[in-house]
């Protein structure tokens, strides 16, 4: 197999959810923002909007009503009992889509972009996608509002960004479900 810097952080990314106080500096941020805008969409038709929060005050309110929706006993995400929806983490990078047939997979790729820079910075990240419970409800209008997000977008999916403190080993690939067909087949 070929290795160069690029794929090892592809290989060697994985799902951080601890992370420590530290903030995410205005370099860093926009570095992320700026991956994020260059992931290709169908047509280039750019449907997603991002909205990137490092305020720990805004993202513990957001949580609160997220567990007040689904309940605080729900484990409805990875850690829900022990960390909020965000994990922890100092930023969260939310993308929102405007309708069209592709934005799912359109914001897969702007997430993956986000996850693979912060891997690359040597930071942390974490793909969620249980907040859209909140975010595409009755009080995801007050979301929208906070995030400058206009009202008939929908919530696609957030990526959660910080200074990792932990070092979690990857888990198993199922291979079997991989393959390589010749041109014959």
Known sequence: MIHNETIDNILNRCTIRQYTDEQLSDEEMQTLLECAMCAPSARNL???????????????????????????????YTNWNKNPFYQNAPAVFFIYGSEDSYMHMDAGIMAENIALCAKSLGLGSCIIGSVGKLLDGEEGGKWKDRLDIPQEYRFLICVAVGHGCENPASKERKREQFKILDAEN
């Open 46 to 76: 750019q449907p997603c909007h991002v909205r990137a929060v490092q305020s720990k005050k805004f993202l513990d309110e957001m949580n609160s009503d997220f567990k007040n929706l689904v309940g605080w006993g729900t484990p409805a």
